[in-house]
């Protein structure tokens, strides 16, 4: 079902006309070609009036950045219903001040790669809301990186972080730096070097990064060893993802994969089903998708791919974990090893789209935009019923609204994926408390998050009118706790 926003109503349509200097790159112009094509439905999705000048206004003011504007948009799209009950809150100009980031800072980071030769990388923190405590989101090291990337991910970060019910607020950060090739010393080199403009923006009461795309324990290890060499304190909490003998938490590793499956064990839950006996597609390779993985077999599901980016395994006995994680996490080789080594079950297809795959649950788990209105097409014909974001904004608008246009039960990455943050939240809990807590212990209190945010952005989708809808649902919760606490503060 459509939802439409309260009061006068614009079309996506003039929505996108607005942005004319870039509108071949941006992904709302695609993603409309199709849109029109679509069979049998009315697909533009209306924003509220003013939720649309304040759009247009972002639109300018954030030239170019084009998944920044992708991530407002989606945000806005669920609003227009809290403004029309709580018109304060547009008075006082609550969206206008929510897309402003706080503190945004770029640094150059140059190092030295193992030829001698000089580098020079680009560094990002986007400390973008801190209204319900320390700004907190990860580090990603990949060439894609540059501002509105960073953008996108520190806003939907402030959403993600208030629905875990946790002290902390939004940012993210990372380099355009490609840690891919490089050796073990570079990547080091280049930590280094980063943390050295980076530590005076952080604190375990100011800013606490953790890990994304490209940044994993190995590298956590290497910033904390520079911050604490220049700062010269053992501050545990001021980063997250750390190894297990230096003040990090069990369970984080796990958190962000087992944490979207709980999420979509929720909603299986809600259709009177779970995953026992379910074939699933998983994409990427990292640690979102092994974990994803791992706990979609411990409850009785068959995963039968996964991929990176130069195509997907499939494996028609269910992929083999140790194998994967192996190849993955000891090895870091491509998941091409894996096919390779694991015999005649499996197969690797170069350039392969994972989402051809027939099967029942899907998720997405390798990065932004990596499953489009086609992919969710296909999935949808091929009889899938769940989608579950374990990556951040990784299906396009068209896509996301093919899903719930057929009925599919949708775990949008802001709520699907906040197990891995929420878990960063518990590992400074014990920081800030000398201890550490069981496996048993950890596993428990992220499973119980999850069944709150799922209840949450249920409870509150019903609520506003669209049943089913966890996109509006998650965006109307986040916002609320947001707004509320920024409200407090009076005009800051
Ligand atoms: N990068 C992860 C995310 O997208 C984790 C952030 C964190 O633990 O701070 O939520």
Redesign the pocket.
Known sequence: MLYRGAGRQASLHIAISGGAEYDSQDPHEAPRERLHQLPGGDLLVAMDERLEEAYQDIIRRNAGEIEFHQAVREVLESLGPVLAKRPELAERKIIERICEPERQVIFRVVWQDDTGEVQVNRGFRVQFNSALGPY???LRFHPSVYLGIIKFLGFE?IF?NALTGLPIGGAKGGSDFDPKGRSDDEIMRFCQSFMLELYRHLGEYRDVP???IGVGTREIGWLFGQYKRITNQYESGVL??KGLGWGGSLVRKEA?GYGAVYFVNEMLKVRGDSFEGKTCVVSGSGNVAIYTIEKACQLGARVVACSDSDGYVYDEAGIDLDLLKQIKEVERRRISAYAERRGSTARFVPGGNVWEIPCDIAMPSATQNELNGRDAAKLVKNGCIAVGEGA?MPTTPDGVRIFLDAGVSFGVGKAA?AG??AT?ALEMQQNASRDSWTFEYTEERLAQIMRDIHRTCYETAKEYGAPGNYVLGANIAGFIRVAEAMEAFGLI
């Open positions: 907190k989101g990860g970060q993600k953790a890990g994304d997250t993802g962000t951040n994926n891995g943050v960063s």
